[in-house]
């Protein structure tokens, strides 16, 4: 008589460091019609241009015939390396397609490079509270995570030094309104953390998915801009990888994300992805390339710039109205969050009173390590509303114990 498979016995031990992502988890509740929803970062789907991808769809086809459902080059198609290429090149340095990955959206991005970039033990600089699926994509290589704290300027640099010491192989920063405070690195830090970068020899990991959902501001450069040069003229010289994505500007069903780095990293990185998928697919890179290069984007953009806009005033105006005065919270000058810090409150516990009164959100200590964040919640404001963002906070304010 054949006995049954003991699975738990038979998983790698890296398995046992993989866990269910609590925002994709929280977001099976928080997708019924009747959930006010601050869970996920998700872009407003009634926004998206229908009639303009329908129309692209087709001018694809049209165009590429038979090999847009073909297999394609694991790098990417020429057509938006090149298109990337030309976008991130400054007076200051050129970026060639050989410095391009595409990926299936940025989290792949992120994965593939804790891949070729991390071994059991090395250590890894993230601030404390970081993006969640980070974690997820780097903790079953046992890479072990040096904290550093922030506040409204973003990273806290000057805590760097001791961590640095530890002799780290990277940092990982989301330096424009990071996920999931939504705070930006000032220009004074992102300079201060590149001279300290430089002087440990520390690979700097700058993950850009909110940087083009500014509301006001003017931009500031990103990492790879203040610290890339040219290494003769067909390489980059810089300790920096950025990892960008279409996913907020465009649609993150087109899964499209990308790397620009120097070409050994390129070249490592193509091989962890051949293993990973072959490659992108085809069809949704010659969207994605349609649309850019026909003006979309820039059309496009300011419409969600003045939605979001829009519904973070409506969120920061409510949170101001209905939250009680020891409370904060964090004021984005873009992207897609707000982090509220409550009065010795247990977010993790409050959340099924909150789910219970129609209101999603995800409790703060899924994003922090060492036990922090319990009295934090992450809102998102890009998928609701300005009205449904303001009944929602209401909602949420009456099952504070403090509310």
Same mark, same amino acid.
């Given at each position: 008589?054949?006995?049954?498979?003991?699975?738990?016995?038979?998983?790698?031990?890296?398995?046992?460091?993989?866990?269910?992502?609590? *925002?994709?988890?929280?977001?099976?509740?928080? +997708? $019924?019609? !009747?959930? &006010?929803?601050?869970?996920?970062?998700?872009? %407003?789907? #009634?926004?998206?241009?229908?009639?303009?991808?329908?129309?692209?769809?087709?001018?694809?086809?049209?165009? *590429?015939?038979?090999?847009?459902?073909?297999? +394609? $080059?694991? !790098?990417? &198609?020429?057509?938006?390396?090149?298109?990337? %290429?030309? #976008?991130?090149?400054?007076?200051?340095?050129?970026?060639?397609?050989?410095?391009?990955?595409?990926?299936?959206?940025?989290?792949?991005?992120?994965?593939?490079?804790?891949?070729?970039?991390?071994?059991?033990?090395?250590?890894?600089?993230?601030?404390?509270?970081?993006?969640?699926?980070?974690?997820?994509?780097?903790?079953?290589?046992?890479?072990?995570?040096?904290?550093?704290?922030?506040?409204?300027?973003?990273?806290?640099?000057?805590?760097?030094?001791?961590?640095?010491?530890?002799?780290?192989?990277?940092?990982?920063?989301?330096?424009?309104?990071?996920?999931?405070?939504?705070?930006?690195?000032?220009?004074?830090?992102?300079?201060?953390?590149?001279?300290?970068?430089?002087?440990?020899?520390?690979?700097?990991?700058?993950?850009?998915?909110?940087?083009?959902?500014?509301?006001?501001?003017?931009?500031?450069?990103?990492?790879?801009?203040?610290?890339?040069?040219?290494?003769?003229?067909?390489?980059?010289?810089?300790?920096?990888?950025?990892?960008?994505?279409?996913?907020?500007?465009?649609?993150?069903?087109?899964?499209?994300?990308?790397?620009?780095?120097?070409?050994?990293?390129?070249?490592?990185?193509?091989?962890?992805?051949?293993?990973?998928?072959?490659?992108?697919?085809?069809?949704?890179?010659?969207?994605?390339?349609?649309?850019?290069?026909?003006?979309?984007?820039?059309?496009?953009?300011?419409?969600?710039?003045?939605?979001?806009?829009?519904?973070?005033?409506?969120?920061?105006?409510?949170?101001?109205?209905?939250?009680?005065?020891?409370?904060?919270?964090?004021?984005?000058?873009?992207?897609?969050?707000?982090?509220?810090?409550?009065p010795n409150i247990n977010a993790g516990e409050l959340l099924?009173?909150?789910?219970?009164?129609?209101?999603?959100?995800?409790?703060?200590?899924?994003?922090?390590?060492?036990?922090?964040?319990?009295?934090?919640?992450?809102?998102?404001?890009?998928?609701?509303?300005?009205?449904?963002?303001?009944?929602?906070?209401?909602?949420?304010?009456?099952?504070?114990?403090?509310?």
């Amino acid at each position: 008589m054949a006995t049954e498979i003991n699975w738990d016995g038979r998983f790698a031990r890296r398995a046992s460091l993989m866990k269910r992502s609590a *925002v994709r988890e929280i977001l099976k509740v928080a +997708s $019924r019609p !009747e959930i &006010i929803s601050f869970a996920g970062g998700l872009p %407003a789907a #009634h926004l998206f241009p229908m009639r303009r991808v329908k129309a692209a769809l087709m001018t694809v086809i049209n165009r *590429v015939g038979p090999e847009v459902l073909q297999y +394609s $080059r694991t !790098e990417g &198609i020429t057509e938006l390396r090149d298109w990337l %290429a030309q #976008h991130f090149s400054t007076r200051r340095f050129q970026v060639n397609r050989e410095n391009v990955l595409i990926t299936t959206g940025g989290q792949q991005a992120l994965d593939l490079l804790g891949r070729i970039l991390l071994d059991e033990g090395d250590k890894v600089v993230v601030e404390n509270p970081t993006y969640l699926a980070l974690l997820s994509a780097w903790r079953p290589t046992g890479a072990k995570f040096l904290p550093i704290s922030g506040d409204a300027s973003g990273m806290r640099v000057e805590e760097l030094e001791p961590l640095l010491k530890q002799k780290p192989k990277a940092i990982y920063c989301v330096p424009n309104f990071q996920n999931p405070r939504g705070t930006t690195l000032t220009l004074s830090r992102r300079r201060r953390l590149l001279e300290s970068a430089r002087r440990y020899s520390v690979i700097v990991v700058e993950d850009d998915p909110y940087g083009e959902l500014r509301y006001g501001e003017k931009a500031l450069p990103g990492l790879l801009q203040l610290d890339a040069r040219n290494r003769g003229p067909e390489d980059l010289d810089s300790r920096v990888i950025h990892v960008g994505t279409f996913s907020k500007v465009l649609m993150p069903g087109l899964r499209i994300g990308w790397v620009i780095a120097p070409r050994a990293v390129i070249d490592k990185l193509t091989q962890a992805k051949q293993a990973a998928d072959l490659h992108t697919s085809t069809l949704d890179q010659h969207l994605a390339f349609e649309l850019v290069t026909t003006g979309f984007l820039d059309e496009f953009l300011p419409v969600l710039q003045l939605h979001y806009a829009a519904r973070r005033d409506a969120m920061l105006g409510a949170l101001e109205k209905y939250f009680p005065k020891d409370a904060t919270w964090t004021k984005p000058d873009g992207g897609m969050f707000v982090m509220v810090t409550l009065p010795n409150i247990n977010a993790g516990e409050l959340l099924p009173k909150a789910l219970k009164a129609g209101v999603a959100y995800v409790p703060g200590e899924e994003f922090h390590m060492d036990g922090q964040g319990k009295n934090t919640m992450r809102l998102n404001f890009t998928n609701a509303p300005p009205n449904r963002i303001e009944a929602g906070i209401k909602a949420l304010a009456g099952v504070l114990p403090c509310g």
